[in-house]
């Protein structure tokens, strides 16, 4: 089945301490997406990559990397997580950069920074 | 500025009455058109798409939506209203060249009524 899979699916964690979440495809997408959700604010964009090696920053990068070793995999790190990262992570993915190519979502990280 | 505006936070309608929602967009030029819905528990699934042509577009669930250019907008029509259908719909946008990058509103969250 064609999906982009998150984990972890749930995660709490405290001030400081670094967490990475994976995200993975199987579609041999070439663009990959991170997207924050927070109340009233819709889906915002941390980061996103067009290609093995390509990444560049969206709307939000502050406080996030991402890295891009292979085609499939896209994790971002939280190098040192601050509660204002609390939020729905999603990971998204499509075959191509151009507005005709439709995004696949991931089902969403909830992270908690206490 | 690019943006999406989804006037309607939250709306609440009864089991098999209509549906509209509002999508308003501001862009340089006609950008691609998109309408998600985001389940509890989910990630956003497509609901329809506009690229060209044919103003009224079909989606998945019964779903449709109608390209007014001159209102710049694209509303998401239902005739009628399912329980299953309780979830956040997400107007996005997408330019047709450029930067390619997505512009999703704020979301509105669909109650329903049985």
């Known amino acids: 089945e064609a999906q982009v899979t998150q984990n972890p699916r749930y995660l709490i964690t405290v001030t400081g301490k670094k967490l990475t979440v994976t995200c993975s495809q199987n579609?041999?997408?070439?663009?990959m997406s991170w997207y924050r959700q927070d109340p009233g604010l819709g889906l915002r964009q941390i980061y996103y990559?067009?290609?093995?090696?390509?990444?560049d920053k969206g709307d939000v990068p502050e406080g996030y990397k991402v890295s891009r070793k292979e085609k499939r995999n896209f994790p971002l790190i939280l190098e040192s997580p601050s509660p204002n990262q609390t939020s729905l992570y999603f990971c998204?993915?499509?075959?191509?950069?151009?507005?005709?190519?439709?995004?696949?979502f991931g089902a969403g990280s909830r992270l908690t920074v206490l | 500025a690019q943006s999406v505006t989804q006037p309607d936070i939250h709306i609440t309608v009864s089991e098999g009455a209509s549906l509209e929602l509002r999508c308003n967009y501001s862009?340089?030029?006609?950008?691609?058109l998109f309408w998600y819905v985001q389940s509890p528990g989910q990630g956003l699934q497509l609901l329809l798409k506009?690229?060209?042509?044919?103003?009224l577009v079909q989606g998945i669930k019964g779903f449709e939506a109608e390209f007014k250019r001159s209102q710049s907008s694209f509303n998401l029509r239902k005739p009628s209203v399912h329980w299953s259908d309780a979830a956040e719909y997400f107007c996005?946008?997408?330019?047709?060249?450029?930067?390619?990058?997505?512009?999703f509103g704020t979301g509105t969250r669909l109650k329903v009524l049985a």
């Open positions: 998204a993915s499509s075959l191509g950069l151009g507005g005709a190519n439709v995004l696949t």
């Open positions: 579609m041999n997408h070439e663009y």
């Open positions: 990559s067009m290609n093995v090696e390509v990444t």
């Open positions: 862009y340089g030029a006609t950008p691609y």
């Open positions: 506009y690229f060209s042509g044919d103003t």
């Open positions: 996005a946008v997408v330019g047709t060249s450029g930067t390619y990058k997505y512009i």
